[in-house]
């Protein structure tokens, strides 16, 4: 992305309002002594050296259904941007479900004919995600599954999972007020599986509804509001270390250089930085590297800064700059998916 759409833009007007008040409950007690330990000198910093665009966190959803959800979580998704579906009918899921098998199954016999409706070796499901969504005028989540046929002589052994992935949008107000009737506003779409079937699945997708998909990579400087967000957020059991992986440039060989952080570390330095509990801003997030990078350089002598940031990890989700990631906490599902859903709407318009 050449130009930063997502997080760096604050919601405006009674979006803006009404994220701020779910963003009330997130508010938490002032950091315990043991955070000032964290580079005190971090107080003397300006901010007004930076320019000041507000975003709002989302606060931990406990209402969210655990089973229906649990298939998100703890897997990589490839990330993909996708314009709005023209034409497409919650109604006629099974339809579109004996379409695309038998699409699927026409390309994998290299254009012979297929009948609808036939038996096939790929069982295609669709199903609507009713609380993968964020207002009222996000549409319902929809999640596409590819199954092999179990060969075996028992009709109640079960399929075998080959490939899933699901359209969402979290929060796509900007999107979803904009598009004309007969248009459904699904922009962000995760696959699971083999490349060749999420290419299937697309081109079925995009011949049948009229919409281009698009890989959404994930620019260093999200990388680094992510890792800010993340760690800002606070875990009731413990979590993993907060980590951040650097690829240096220029060099004949490849070098990687992994950065780890304690978790209880990062948020004490999250709370010395953020001004406003629940609300974060660009420049925070600037001050928040800039502390990793000074720290680090002072036991290393490395200038981070001048390497390239590829990957974020904690205990909420993981993000790599190919568009990968991993969600790792069910109640944070929301604020996550709502992040992803700026960045591809960002790469939409």
Same mark, same amino acid.
Request: aromatic share 10%.
């Given at each position: 992305?050449?130009?930063?759409?997502?997080?760096?833009?604050?919601?405006?007007?009674?979006?803006?309002?009404?994220?701020?008040?779910?963003?009330?409950?997130?508010?938490?007690?002032?950091?315990?002594?043991?955070?000032?330990?964290?580079?005190?000198?971090?107080?003397?910093?300006?901010?007004?050296?930076?320019?000041?665009?507000?975003?709002?966190?989302?606060?931990?959803?406990?209402?969210?259904?655990?089973?229906?959800?649990?298939?998100?979580?703890?897997?990589?998704?490839?990330?993909?941007?996708?314009?709005?579906?023209?034409?497409?009918?919650?109604?006629?899921?099974?339809?579109?479900?004996?379409?695309?098998?038998?699409?699927?199954?026409?390309?994998?016999?290299?254009? *012979? $004919?297929?009948?609808? /409706?036939? #038996? =096939? &070796?790929?069982?295609?499901? +669709?199903?609507? *995600? $009713?609380?993968?969504? /964020?207002? #009222? =005028? &996000?549409?319902?989540?929809? +999640?596409?599954? *590819?199954?092999?046929?179990?060969?075996?002589?028992?009709?109640?052994?079960?399929?075998?999972?080959?490939?899933?992935?699901?359209?969402?949008?979290?929060?796509?107000?900007?999107?979803?007020?904009?598009?004309?009737?007969?248009?459904?506003?699904?922009?962000?779409?995760?696959?699971?599986?083999?490349?060749?079937?999420?290419?299937?699945?697309?081109?079925?997708?995009?011949?049948?509804?009229?919409?281009?998909?698009?890989?959404?990579?994930?620019?260093?400087?999200?990388?680094?509001?992510?890792?800010?967000?993340?760690?800002?957020?606070?875990?009731?059991?413990?979590?993993?270390?907060?980590?951040?992986?650097?690829?240096?440039?220029?060099?004949?060989?490849?070098?990687?250089?992994?950065?780890?952080?304690h978790p209880e570390?990062?948020?004490?330095?999250?709370?010395t930085v953020q001004k406003t509990?629940?609300?974060?801003?660009?420049?925070?997030?600037?001050?928040?590297?800039?502390?990793?990078?000074?720290?680090?350089?002072?036991?290393?002598?490395?200038?981070?800064?001048?390497?390239?940031?590829?990957?974020?990890?904690?205990?909420?989700?993981?993000?790599?700059?190919?568009?990968?990631?991993?969600?790792?906490?069910?109640?944070?599902?929301?604020?996550?998916?709502?992040?992803?859903?700026?960045?591809?709407?960002?790469?939409?318009?």
């Amino acid at each position: 992305m050449a130009a930063r759409r997502g997080p760096a833009r604050g919601p405006t007007g009674a979006r803006f309002e009404r994220r701020r008040r779910a963003a009330a409950a997130m508010a938490e007690e002032p950091p315990e002594d043991g955070a000032a330990r964290t580079l005190p000198s971090l107080r003397q910093l300006s901010r007004g050296l930076f320019n000041l665009i507000p975003s709002v966190l989302f606060p931990p959803q406990e209402n969210l259904d655990a089973q229906k959800t649990a298939f998100v979580l703890r897997k990589a998704w490839t990330l993909y941007s996708v314009t709005p579906l023209y034409g497409f009918r919650r109604g006629c899921l099974r339809d579109y479900a004996r379409l695309l098998s038998a699409f699927i199954a026409a390309e994998k016999q290299k254009g *012979l $004919a297929v009948e609808v /409706g036939v #038996e =096939l &070796d790929i069982k295609v499901a +669709l199903s609507s *995600l $009713a609380d993968l969504r /964020g207002s #009222e =005028l &996000d549409q319902a989540g929809l +999640l596409v599954q *590819l199954s092999s046929r179990s060969r075996a002589s028992s009709r109640n052994s079960e399929d075998k999972l080959l490939w899933s992935g699901w359209f969402c949008s979290m929060f796509g107000d900007d999107l979803s007020e904009n598009v004309p009737e007969n248009f459904t506003c699904l922009p962000l779409f995760l696959t699971h599986g083999a490349e060749s079937y999420t290419a299937l699945v697309g081109s079925w997708f995009q011949k049948t509804f009229d919409c281009c998909f698009r890989r959404l990579a994930i620019s260093p400087l999200n990388l680094s509001w992510m890792v800010a967000m993340w760690a800002g957020y606070k875990l009731e059991r413990a979590a993993s270390a907060v980590e951040l992986v650097f690829s240096m440039p220029r060099l004949s060989h490849p070098l990687d250089i992994s950065y780890a952080i304690h978790p209880e570390d990062a948020k004490a330095l999250w709370d010395t930085v953020q001004k406003t509990p629940g609300e974060i801003t660009q420049g925070e997030v600037a001050i928040f590297m800039d502390c990793l990078y000074a720290h680090f350089h002072r036991h290393f002598k490395i200038h981070l800064s001048a390497a390239k940031l590829v990957k974020v990890s904690t205990g909420i989700a993981s993000a790599h700059c190919d568009g990968i990631v991993k969600i790792l906490h069910s109640q944070y599902l929301p604020g996550v998916l709502m992040l992803l859903t700026e960045l591809a709407i960002s790469q939409i318009q």
